[in-house]
């Protein structure tokens, strides 16, 4: 709901603003930054091989993609047992699980990468993540809704929100299988705070941007939402990321910060663990 | 701490009667008012001197003036900038009345002609970052759509610059928009911008006197750490009926002023309304066309004269601005009421009673049609009274004291969802706040070149709970303001001082400049209140038969008790907004330098500034030192006028800034698809450099003794050589190639052409 109040906001007042304004591309120096290792993992309750990406940071006019870190040593605990990830061959600094592995609800992950082979990285630094995985709530349906102002059609969720608890959700979405949200940007996250222990009668989570080519649904397509239960820590990440990735108006931004993660000795970057199910509808315009 | 404050009234006692002995000679009093001639207004700073023995007074805010004179013959000389300075001989045998008038200089003048002995600034006065303006002189100052607009006019003072480009919020001397405390006829005003600050809430019109003390406040002020800006607006004309306005490019303006009656009452109304709208309305594209967008305000004014001891004074402001269309809404605005009465106890005693309100309140709503459509607000209201009195015991002794209580009342937010809204409401606890002052100044004369203010002021901040009627918090703190003026030369003086200020209500606003949903928020037992220190110095000089001003000043503050907020606060609609506070120290020092010249024909000033304004925080910049995002290196304004002919006045202003501090990113990781920014040091960069040139052109009717009707057309253009100054920097990804990230730049104007004719009858 904030988010949307505030893009009401912005909309009103920037759009007044910006048709006074241009904008152009200049030239600037930046100050070089020194490496550091960076970890983007995400275990859920899918039974499926889960992924673990190692990279290297780079200045940030680097401008080509940065290296993957191969060699190093990955376990995955839930508390009880430890695996060892492994590296795929065709894709360095890519570790996966078994492809049996699923998360279990109500469990602690821990996640430890040692032996880090890379300039600018000490071999002997152990760099450990922890992760929560929230228990399941399953959406009972979505529904489509057109907003002819925005031009963008809703989705509303109608879902049962579990009480005494905070809950933070993040929504992905897809039209016919492709994925429409595979950016920060466009992810959807939300928390309870204004319907916490309701039932959410409609509350419009995501939207298919019909300006976009690529989010304009016909009759009989599939739309599909999947509702992760994440934990404060990978809310948290998204969060500062949106802000990171989208252009800032100074007039609403405070001060630029680094996205915070959960990896131990100034690793970059973020291990989460969640919970998900999936509830689609077939379109009907 | 009562205690001290009790000490030093009766220091404030001993200093007065000890000069008793002194004066062996009987002292007498002349007193009055001083008036604009042409329309009975009250001047403000008018100067009332004795140029044989360089002793004399100013007029307060109300234009009544009380000198001590020993028995005898005196030569007195009454002067005010821009008006026809009078001379006076009189035999003072015993206490006298004496109420002058002043006409206008180019009243009465069709060359234009030097006027002596006329000076921006006084050379004895013991205050230091004084900076005054005049309507008249806003007026000749192209800006922003060629609105006059007295806080645009400022910025181009030493000192004092823009919140951000184009905006009407303003930073003094490093110190951040919050802290400074703004004043329409002694009522505060929390948000003195309309459409987001581009201009802001004074309508030009209405305005008589606009005074900045940077800093040095005397002790009457207190609550905001970087400045005061004390507004006046005008009491209307006592002579005649008189209407004057303009039609410009965005707005009109009407101002309606006169007598009622009699001269004894006078009123003043003046309305303005953008009409930005309306060429919306034109607009093909229907997004565009449905959208509401417009501002007014109201500015109306009452004063009566029971006698010559005894004026009242109801005056009112009321303004507010609309963005709307069909899906939603957002509005904002203030409302202040000042109700005032003079009284004069002798001609030695001098008071004044003030009732006052101020409010500011937004709005937004969403279209209830849909399942999340909501109603949003949030106000504040101020109700005041202060008791000011000033008293001139003696030549050498200037006091004044007095008292002041005011409780503030805030909403922070209120959201009522409609009614097939999902959503619950939101209804955030009221705040509330009683805020006390008592003080006491004497300027004291020692000899004839030194002139010391001592002055105390005593606040005290109690967090109050409105319902349970009790107080649950307070902080008692002294205030010592002191100044020290050395005239070691008549045309040269030397000026020290030192204040302490405190602040206890401060902005929730983390953007580099503020916004009309920004709230206002309250100390607390968390939140102790900011601590100033500052100290200053400054050389001044009048020059070339008192055409030229010139002065340099320094200062050095010390700031305690700073507020900054974490990395992505929340700052809407937080119960626990204090969560997000983090609080430091900072200190801020500059270099002031400005000269002031109006040889007749050339009119206007030039400023620089050097400074430096830096905070240390906990928890933010990995506790280390950080540039404010106020700080400015350099700052150089050039304001110029040069009238070519009576009718034809040719006018521009030339700004130059360091750019602001900013913090660019140095690296970058990958995660999911994005590539994500690594910062280092906070505020670290900095902004590109910003200059603009702003020219105008006035050019008068030809003046027709039988017609009343006056007229003239101001041409201007703003930035007028198209320099697209960074607005803001930020960086993206490439939408071709993926690996690329790029800086862009966005800029707000390129030239903007206005034109606007103002006229009076």
């Known amino acids: 709901m904030q988010k949307i109040l505030r893009i009401t906001i912005l909309f009103l007042l920037v759009q007044q603003l910006f048709s006074a304004c241009g904008e152009e591309e200049i030239e600037l120096e930046l100050e070089g930054s020194t490496t550091r290792l960076v970890v983007d993992g995400l275990v859920t309750t899918d039974t499926m091989a889960h992924k673990v990406r190692l990279s290297l940071s780079g200045d940030y006019f680097h401008n080509q993609s940065l290296p993957g870190v191969s060699g190093a040593q990955v376990s995955l605990s839930d508390g009880l047992a430890s695996i060892d990830l492994q590296e795929l061959a065709e894709e360095p600094g890519t570790y996966t699980t078994p492809s049996n592995y699923y998360g279990k609800p109500d469990h602690w992950y821990t996640l430890r990468i040692s032996g880090v082979d890379a300039a600018g990285i000490d071999p002997r630094e152990i760099f450990e993540a922890q992760s929560f995985i929230a228990p399941l709530v399953t959406p009972d349906s979505i529904a489509m809704e057109y907003d002819r102002f925005w031009e963008l059609w809703k989705i509303l969720l109608y879902c049962q929100d579990p009480a005494e608890v905070e809950n933070y959700y993040l929504f992905h979405t897809y039209l016919n299988e492709k994925l429409i949200t595979d950016r920060y940007a466009k992810v959807s996250i939300i928390d309870d705070e204004f319907f916490n222990g309701n039932y959410a009668n409609g509350v419009w989570i995501a939207d298919l941007d019909t300006r976009e080519e690529d989010q304009r649904p016909k009759a009989g397509d599939v739309i599909k939402v999947a509702c992760y239960m994440i934990d404060h820590n990978y809310f948290k990440f998204i969060e500062a990321a949106q802000i990171e990735t989208t252009p800032r108006a100074p007039l609403f931004s405070g001060a630029p910060a680094n996205v915070p993660g959960n990896i131990s000795n100034g690793a970059l970057g973020i291990f989460s663990a969640a919970s998900v199910s999936r509830i689609s509808t077939v379109f009907e315009p | 701490m009562r205690l001290y404050f009790l000490l030093f009234l009766a220091w404030t006692a001993y200093a007065v009667r000890a000069e008793g002995p002194a004066t062996a000679l009987k002292s007498r009093v002349v007193s009055g008012y001083i008036k604009d001639a042409q329309t009975g207004e009250v001047l403000i700073g008018a100067t009332i001197g004795i140029p044989k023995s360089g002793t004399g007074t100013v007029s307060n805010h109300y234009g009544y003036y009380s000198l001590s004179l020993p028995e005898g013959r005196h030569s007195l000389q009454f002067t ?326 005011t409780l503030h009342d805030i909403l922070p937010g209120e959201v009522r969802p409609s009614d097939n809204s999902v959503f619950s409401p939101v209804i955030m606890q009221r705040k509330q706040a009683l805020e006390h ?104 000089r009048h020059m070339a038969n008192n055409s030229v001003d010139l002065s340099i000043e320094t200062f050095y503050k010390d700031m305690q008790n700073t507020i900054d907020f974490k990395d992505y606060a929340d700052l809407m609609l937080n119960e626990d907004l204090e969560s997000e506070l983090r609080f430091g120290r900072a200190y801020a020092y500059g270099l002031e330098f400005m000269t002031r010249y109006n040889s007749g024909k050339w009119n206007g000033w030039l400023s620089y500034t050097w400074s430096r304004s830096r905070r240390k925080v906990n928890e933010i910049n990995n506790n280390e030192w950080y540039y404010s995002p106020y700080d400015l290196t350099h700052d150089v304004s050039i304001v110029a006028s040069y009238r070519l002919s009576p009718r034809l006045l040719l006018s521009g202003n030339w700004v130059f800034t360091t750019g602001a501090p900013v913090t660019f990113p140095v690296g970058r990781f990958e995660s999911g698809n994005d590539l994500i920014p690594i910062y280092s040091e906070r505020n670290a960069e900095r902004m590109p450099d910003y200059h603009r040139l702003d020219v105008g052109i006035t050019w008068k009717g030809k003046e027709n003794p039988q017609k009343k009707w006056q007229g003239e057309w101001v041409f201007s253009a703003y930035n007028a050589y198209a320099r697209k100054n960074a607005w803001s920097i930020y960086f993206e990804q490439d939408e071709n190639n993926p690996h690329r990230t790029k800086a862009m730049k966005s800029y707000l104007f390129s030239i903007i052409p206005a034109i606007t004719y103002n006229f009076r009858f």
Request: without cysteine; charged residues 20%.
């Open chain 2, 80 to 405: 005010f900038l821009g008006y026809e300075s009078v001379e006076k001989d009189l035999d003072l045998s015993t206490d006298k009345n004496l109420n002058v008038e002043l006409a206008p200089a180019s009243a009465t003048l069709n060359e234009v002609k030097v006027v002596a002995n006329q000076s921006h600034s006084r050379l004895d006065e013991p205050l230091t970052g004084v900076q005054k303006i005049s309507g008249a002189t806003i007026k000749q100052v192209p800006l922003l759509l060629g609105e006059a607009d007295a806080l645009k006019a400022l910025q181009l003072m030493p000192g004092v610059r823009a919140a951000s480009e184009g905006s009407s919020g303003f930073s003094v001397r490093g110190g951040n928009p919050d802290q400074n405390l703004i004043l329409l006829d002694e009522a505060p005003v929390y948000n003195a911008g309309h459409l987001l600050g581009f201009f802001s809430v004074f309508n030009n019109d209405a305005i008589k006197d606009v005074s900045l003390y940077k800093g040095d406040i005397p002790a009457k002020n207190g609550g905001r750490l970087a400045s005061v800006l004390d507004i006046r607006m005008k009491d209307g004309n006592a002579r005649n009926f008189t209407a004057s306005g303009g039609v410009g490019t965005i707005s009109s303006r009407l101002t309606l002023e006169g007598p009622i009656a009699s001269e004894k009452t006078t009123f003043l109304l003046a309305g303005r309304r953008t009409y930005a709208d309306l060429f919306l309305k034109m607009s093909s594209d229907e997004q565009i066309k449905d959208n509401i967008l417009y501002f007014y305000d109201v500015n109306a004014k009452l004063s009566h004269s029971f006698s010559e001891s005894d004026r009242i004074y109801f005056s009112a402001y009321l303004g507010k601005d609309v963005v709307k269309n069909h899906f939603s809404e957002i509005y904002f605005g203030n409302h202040t009421s000042t109700f005032r009465w003079n009284h004069v106890f002798s001609p030695r005693l001098f008071s004044n009673l003030t009732l006052l309100f101020s409010n500011y309140q937004y709005g937004l709503a969403q279209s209830d049609a849909n399942a999340s459509g909501i109603k949003w607000i949030s106000n504040m209201q101020d109700y005041g009274a202060r008791l000011d009195f000033n008293y001139y015991p003696t030549p050498a002794h200037s006091i004044s004291f007095g008292a002041q209580s």
């Open chain 2, 437 to 540: 002052g008592f003080y006491i100044e004497n300027a004291q004369k020692i000899g004839t070149k030194l002139t010391w203010r001592y002055g105390l002021r005593l606040s005290v901040f109690q967090n109050y709970d409105l319902d349970a009627k009790k107080s649950e918090h307070s902080y008692w703190r002294l205030e010592p303001r002191s100044g020290l003026t050395w005239m070691f030369h008549p045309k040269s003086s030397f000026k020290a001082s030192y204040a302490r200020t405190y602040q206890y209500m401060h902005l929730s606003s983390n953007s580099q400049s503020t916004t009309p949903l920004d709230v206002w928020f309250l100390s607390s037992p968390v939140v102790k209140p900011q601590r100033s220190d500052q100290f200053s110095l400054g050389w001044f």
